[in-house]
């Protein structure tokens, strides 16, 4: 990735080839200190190694990826610089830069790069390019994926690897030749089909895709942001094996269609009715955000922090739901809402059978009562993390309302936030420093699903095993 970026900046003339250069030396160095110290280690792996061995991989990817923006003097802070890296690869799309068209090519591309290599996973990445590489593959697998269930396509997870990132690749291929097509130069087209596709929401203009001013290249990135939030499983089985007729069957994106169409429909109005936008204006300015807000993009065609704040809630509550499970999108994810929709419908309908036998059942398959149990925990970490974080920020000076959408923007790997002192097109710069590392372990979190990363710091994980 960085001999990449390096090429880029050297054909570019960019000032910033050095800092890629020096770059790309620390990480060979380190890489091969690594490889000296494991040479002899055994290759079997435990289930708390795959857990460590995730988040060390996030962790240290972040560290070495932020020291082009250090050494090349853009991003100066090292805070700032982890920051960035961080909400690159957990495709967050937060920034702390006041102005991205003042970097040069090689450092936005590198912004681009990491979320695109984020979007599906590094350990993901790393099984369908080299799955030599990974030992225990699928219990780094099990430990990075999206979502309460994982689902192995094929018997060799490296298969399933290859086939899911190739319709990653054609998805992105599509939309860059899209954007192309529509107006974009090259270099925009392929940044921006990059962050979409990822449902990052990185951009190379201060604007986003505001900056264009052109309807066809906001309903293109309508539509690849909802064809990134929607399962790459469900469409490996549906392109591949030919079951088209459960596509459309599928509670979870029955419920994930259904959030973003009454979502538009509300906001829409609220637009016309509030702000007095015109009919055009209004669908496609809602559909918009509504889909960058439950996709867990982030990327803007308007500033929704000047709309009506009813509307904060209505997109609040997709940062909440996020995407489909096995998508590029973060957020609670839709199954979890179809499950808790049935154990609750379950336990209203016990009340009047208490003796009734009520499985919980997503796409006519019962789901196992420790997945249910899996569903209440996470639930409640999500939350208690959001709240501490809500509480640390008001503690810090942020208002109240940056800081609860603040909270739920990173735990959700969205982006923007909804707010007056930080809206949703600006950047987080004023956050005090201390914040910003909260926030970089949040947005970790987000990513690794949290339970990955706080079963770290339980005492039985350190146990003698």
Not at 74 to 92: H, K, L, N
Not at 165 to 189: H, K, P, Q, R, S
Not at 254 to 270: P, Q, Y
Not at 419 to 439: D, F, H, R, Y
Request: aromatic residues 14%; proline residues 3%.
């Amino acid at each position: 990735m960085l001999v990449v970026c390096l090429g880029m900046s050297v054909y570019c003339h960019g000032d910033d080839w050095l800092a890629f250069l020096f770059s790309l030396a620390v990480t060979c160095f380190v890489s091969g200190l690594m490889l000296h110290l494991g040479r002899n280690a055994s290759a079997f792996m435990h289930r708390r190694d795959a857990y460590l061995i995730v988040t060390l991989t996030w962790v240290v990817f972040s560290a070495l990826g932020s020291i082009p923006f250090v050494a090349s003097g853009y991003v100066p802070s090292i805070t700032d610089a982890f920051f960035e890296t961080m909400s690159g690869f957990t495709t967050t799309g937060a920034s702390l830069i006041d102005d991205v068209e003042s970097l040069p090519h090689a450092l936005l591309f590198w912004r681009s790069l990491t979320q695109w290599i984020g979007g599906l996973g590094i350990i993901f990445f790393t099984i369908a390019v080299i799955p030599s590489l990974i030992q225990g593959g699928l219990r780094v697998f099990s430990a990075e994926a999206t979502g309460p269930m994982r689902n192995k396509l094929h018997p060799r997870l490296s298969t399933t690897a290859k086939w899911i990132w190739g319709i990653y690749v054609l998805l992105t291929a599509a939309c860059a030749a899209l954007f192309w097509a529509e107006g974009m130069g090259v270099f925009d087209a392929v940044n921006y089909a990059m962050t979409v596709t990822a449902t990052g929401g990185f951009a190379t203009h201060n604007d986003s895709t505001g900056y264009f001013h052109s309807p066809y290249i906001d309903y293109t990135a309508i539509a690849f942001m909802l064809l990134s939030g929607i399962s790459f499983s469900l469409f490996y089985l549906t392109i591949l094996k030919g079951r088209f007729r459960q596509f459309f069957r599928n509670s979870e994106l029955r419920l994930f269609l259904f959030l973003i169409v009454a979502a538009t429909i509300f906001i829409m109005l609220s637009l016309m009715r509030k702000c007095h936008y015109e009919f055009e204006d209004a669908f496609r300015s809602s559909l918009f955000q509504v889909v960058s807000f439950a996709t867990t993009t982030g990327i803007f065609n308007d500033d929704a922090g000047q709309w009506p704040h009813i509307t904060w809630v209505v997109l609040s509550v997709l940062m909440f739901f996020g995407g489909c499970s096995g998508s590029t999108a973060g957020g609670f994810k839709c199954v979890r809402g179809v499950m808790a929709l049935e154990v609750m419908r379950n336990e209203l309908r016990r009340v009047l059978h208490p003796r009734a036998v009520l499985p919980v059942r997503i796409n006519k398959q019962p789901v196992p009562y420790s997945t249910q149990a899996t569903l209440l925990a996470y639930f409640a970490l999500y939350l208690m993390l959001c709240l501490v974080t809500y509480f640390i920020m008001i503690l810090a000076g942020v208002d109240s309302t940056n800081s609860i959408t603040i909270a739920l923007s990173c735990a959700s790997n969205v982006g923007p936030t909804l707010g007056l002192e930080i809206g949703p097109t600006m950047s987080w710069a004023v956050l005090p420093g201390l914040v910003k590392w909260l926030l970089t372990l949040l947005m970790l979190m987000g990513r690794l699903e949290i339970v990955s990363v706080v079963v770290l710091f339980t005492r039985s994980f350190w146990r003698d095993r």
